[in-house]
C-alpha cells in the first residue's frame, strides 16, 4: 500500500516529510523508498492524522470551474446519480468558502480560471488540515505534460484533459472517492497503473 493513499495525502508530501527526518524511512537497491508500517502508525498518532477513509454513504462534490455551460451540465448529471450531492464554484474564491462549508470528498477544479487558478485552489486545499483529505480532480484544458506535472507538485490526486464525458468524469469521482488515486497520470485517460518510483510504500 502507498503511504501517500495511507495518509490521505500527495506522494510529494510523504517525500517531504522523509527528506525533513519527521518520517524514517529507507532505500532499497532498486532506488525505492519503503516506509515500516510501524513508524507509518506512529507518524500518524504524532500528527494526530486518521488516514484517508474511503467514503461511505452520501458523497459530496464540488464543481470548480468558471464555464458556465460545463459547471452546470455537470451538476446537473451527477446530482441525479444515487447518493451524490453536488455543488458548484465559479472561482477559486468562491471555491474556498465551499470547501469550508460543504466540506466535500471530491473537489473537481478547473486548472486555467481568472482570478485564483486551479493550481492555487488546489495548494490551499491540500495545505488546510480541514481539508488535507479531501481528493483533487484536476481538469485541463491544456493537458501539456508540463501542466500534468504542475498539478501534481500543488497536490491533485487526478489530472484528466478536457472536454471530458460525464460519464468519465463520474467514474473518475467514484474511484477518487474509493482512495484510488495515481497522483496525476496521462492527460488521455488520467490514470497510470505503473507505481511511481518516488511513490513510497508501506513494508510491514
Keep these: 500500500m502507498q503511504v501517500a493513499e495511507r495518509c490521505g495525502v500527495h506522494y510529494t508530501t510523504v ?13 532499497t537497491p532498486g532506488g525505492h523508498l519503503r516506509v515500516l508500517d510501524t513508524d507509518v502508525h506512529a507518524f500518524l498518532e504524532s500528527r494526530k492524522l486518521r488516514g484517508w477513509r474511503n467514503v461511505t454513504g452520501t458523497l459530496r462534490a464540488l464543481i470548480v470551474d468558471d464555464d458556465a455551460a460545463f459547471r452546470e451540465s455537470a451538476v446537473e448529471f451527477l446530482g441525479r446519480q444515487p447518493n451524490m450531492r453536488v455543488r458548484q464554484a465559479a472561482d477559486g474564491f468562491a471555491a474556498g468558502r465551499q470547501v469550508s462549508e460543504f466540506q466535500p470528498h471530491v473537489v473537481i477544479l478547473d486548472l486555467f480560471m481568472a482570478g485564483m487558478n486551479g493550481l492555487e485552489v488546489c495548494r490551499n486545499i491540500k495545505a488546510s488540515p480541514r481539508s488535507r483529505q479531501t481528493r483533487v480532480l484536476v481538469l485541463a484544458g491544456y493537458a501539456t505534460t508540463e501542466n500534468i506535472e504542475k498539478a501534481k507538485e500543488a ?16 467514474g473518475a469521482i467514484l474511484r477518487l472517492a474509493r482512495g484510488s488515486s495515481d497522483g496525476g497520470g496521462t492527460p488521455e485517460s488520467g490514470t497510470d497503473p505503473k507505481p511511481r518510483p518516488t511513490d513510497p510504500e508501506i513494508n510491514s
Design 155 to 170: 497536490g491533485a490526486d487526478l489530472c484528466m484533459a478536457k472536454p471530458i464525458g460525464l460519464d468519465e468524469l463520474h
Design 15 to 27: 517525500r517531504r516529510w522523509i527528506l525533513d527526518g519527521n518520517l524514517p524511512a529507507y532505500e
